[in-house]
């Protein structure tokens, strides 16, 4: 069966959307040089599934700077002032929340949407999952990733086996 | 970093040639915010780097031109023009009309089509059976026409002030944006005019909608818009202007008459030689 | 008049709350459905309640049905804010007695153009 995932074109909009709406429009994001990767410092990841009639998961990862900058556009604070781990996972989380729901929206339906799973690092995605879409973006300067995941659900349905014998 | 004097003269200049909109001294950071985004996606180091590349570069002018003016628009701007369109000119205007049963609306600027499209849901729910109506959409931006004949909006546009009844009745989802019903669709027509220019043929219209565009022009430009718009209102047709064009001391040509929370402009007809003279009908 | 803002999120709270003190409501914030109930219980009858859909213990779906159904809060005006964006969505939200939805994301001014539909747009802000 063929995965399905949003069109690129549909999960930049989603993006873009979510980031000017949030953390302003003056910087916008741009498509990553190829091979930049997200560099070596600490990552945030954040993720939330979408089960129903579609099956997936929908990441974002962003380096510390981009997570604190956010967090402190989204609580209104000054730039430098004191963060707890707690307020950054929680605007990471409604982030993805955001990109996450919409994403759901362009995909059949209906599904629910999972609350967000916040890291810091990594998030091991299960191995029942392939890469429909992924963004590589720039954003005042810093790298971000937004992937798609869609679950290979493979039909358990003994009887096409049985029909074809 | 902020922008060259030189640079911003030059983007002045061709705002201004091109739309007859105003970007006058201090408003540098407007420029400045407006045109970022545009410099750093052509991969431009900064905004002068960006304007030099606009000399030369046809292309990247339309878009400079798109970006600075101001399309800042949305829908049932303002609720209390839309109010006094449901209440009173609408009612007034289908008086007027029982011969032909036809109403027509000039949406002038009309950005994106928020205005347009408003006006149309509120057709599709009070206009009386049998009854059909027109609303002429223009714009100088052909941008913008292109996405009123598109219909499609994303999700920020379709939150600012949009019902969530309207939402749900008259639009239907195409990816991450929203596009209008064919219905309202076919109720607007899109067509390009310079509001600062000579009009093109027009018909005449039983309401015009000339909202947030007249605040972009110096004096002269507006009493000329407001002389040549006068022209295209049917007699006992009403002009809505913006709520903080209101005040504009309009000449004895124009009655002003409070409906509601909005002021509402009618023509005065002129006395003469065309003040008989049936209007001519253009095609649209 | 005053605000009930019900989100998990504490930036999203943070952000309607900044929209809304600005127009001169005062705010109680609730994590999650069960909360602002319990607050309602407790004899605040808001004006305005600021609803996310998806939250942990009591979503914002079963929060507008238990208001609607009781009597007290019949004059409460209840508004979600959710990035549930399906048409379907929006439809059962309005059907159960939401009065308005705005779709995350959105910019203050959405908030502000609704509160402008709903006549909830208080006239003179407290200097
Ligand atoms: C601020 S928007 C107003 C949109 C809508 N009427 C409203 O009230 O929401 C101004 C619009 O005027 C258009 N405009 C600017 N100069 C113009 C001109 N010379 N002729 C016609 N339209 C013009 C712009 O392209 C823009 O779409």
Redesign the interface.
């Known amino acids: 069966m063929i995965l399905e995932g949003p069109t690129y074109t549909d999960l930049h909009a989603v993006v873009d959307e979510v980031w000017s709406a949030f953390l302003g429009p003056e910087d916008p994001l741009l498509p990553a040089l190829p091979d930049t990767g997200l560099g070596d410092g600490v990552t945030w990841s954040a993720a939330t599934s979408v089960t129903g009639a579609w099956n997936g998961v929908v990441t974002v990862e962003i380096p510390d700077v981009v997570a604190q900058t956010a967090t402190e556009r989204m609580l209104g604070l000054a730039p430098g002032e004191d963060l707890s781990t707690e307020d950054v996972a929680d605007a990471v989380g409604e982030l993805v929340n955001m990109i996450g729901g919409n994403v759901k929206s362009l995909m059949p339906g209906p599904s629910a949407l999972s609350l967000p799973l916040v890291a810091r690092g990594t998030i091991a995605s299960p191995s029942d999952l392939t890469e429909v879409s992924c963004l590589d973006l720039t954003w005042a300067g810093s790298p971000l990733r937004v992937s798609v995941l869609a679950r290979r659900d493979v039909p358990a349905r003994a009887t096409d086996k049985q029909e074809s014998a | 970093m902020s922008i060259a004097e030189s640079s911003f003269h030059y983007v002045a200049d061709l705002v201004r040639r091109e739309t007859s909109m105003l970007y006058e001294q201090g408003k540098e950071y407007l420029v400045e ?1 407006r045109l ?2 545009l410099a ?2 052509a991969g431009d180091s900064d905004v002068d780097v960006y304007v030099s590349r606009l000399m030369t570069d046809a292309a990247e002018r339309r878009k400079a031109i798109d970006a600075l003016t101001i399309n800042e628009t ?3 701007r303002d ?1 209390a023009p839309y109010q006094a369109f449901t209440d009173v000119l609408l009612p007034q205007a289908i008086a007027a009309r029982q011969a032909t049963r036809k109403i027509s609306i000039w949406s002038a600027a009309c950005s994106s089509g928020q205005e347009a499209y408003s006006l149309s849901m509120l057709l599709d729910q009070h206009l009386p059976l049998g009854w059909t109506a027109e609303i002429l959409a223009t714009d100088v931006s052909t941008a913008m026409l292109g996405r009123v004949k598109a219909g499609r909006y ?3 546009e ?4 949009l ?3 309207h ?2 009745r008259y ?3 195409v ?3 929203w596009e209008v019903s064919a219905d309202l669709r076919r109720i607007v027509t899109t067509q390009h005019l310079n509001l600062a220019t000579t009009f093109p043929p027009l018909p005449t219209f039983d309401i015009v909608f000339l909202r947030n565009v007249l605040i972009y022009f110096d004096l002269d430009t507006k009493r000329d818009i407001l002389r040549r718009v006068h022209a295209r209102v049917a007699p006992g047709g009403s002009l809505l202007l913006g709520s903080s064009e209101t005040t504009l001391d309009l000449t004895d040509s124009w009655e002003r008459e409070a409906v509601g929370r909005v002021q509402v402009h009618r023509p005065v007809p002129a006395a003469g030689a065309f003040g008989l003279t049936a209007p001519t009908r253009a095609a649209v | 008049m005053h605000a009930l803002i019900i989100d998990d999120s504490r930036a999203m709270r943070s952000i309607l709350r900044r929209i809304v003190t600005d127009l001169g409501y005062d705010t109680t914030e609730a994590e999650h459905g069960q909360a602002a109930l319990d607050h309602m219980e407790g004899g605040l009858v808001p004006d305005l309640c600021l609803i996310d859909w998806n939250m942990p213990v009591m979503d914002g779906y079963q929060f507008v049905q238990r208001v609607r159904d009781d009597p007290r809060w019949r004059d409460v005006t209840l508004m979600m804010v959710t990035t549930e964006s399906e048409h379907g969505q929006i439809v059962r939200a309005l059907a159960a007695g939401a009065h308005e939805y705005v779709i995350k994301p959105f910019t203050p001014d959405a908030i502000v153009d609704k509160l402008e539909l709903l006549g909830l747009l208080v006239a003179e802000v407290p200097a």
């Open positions: 915010a970022l985004p750093r996606e949305s829908w049932f609720n994303s999700q920020v379709m939150n600012r002030g019902p969530a009844t939402l749900v639009f239907t989802r990816g991450s944006e």
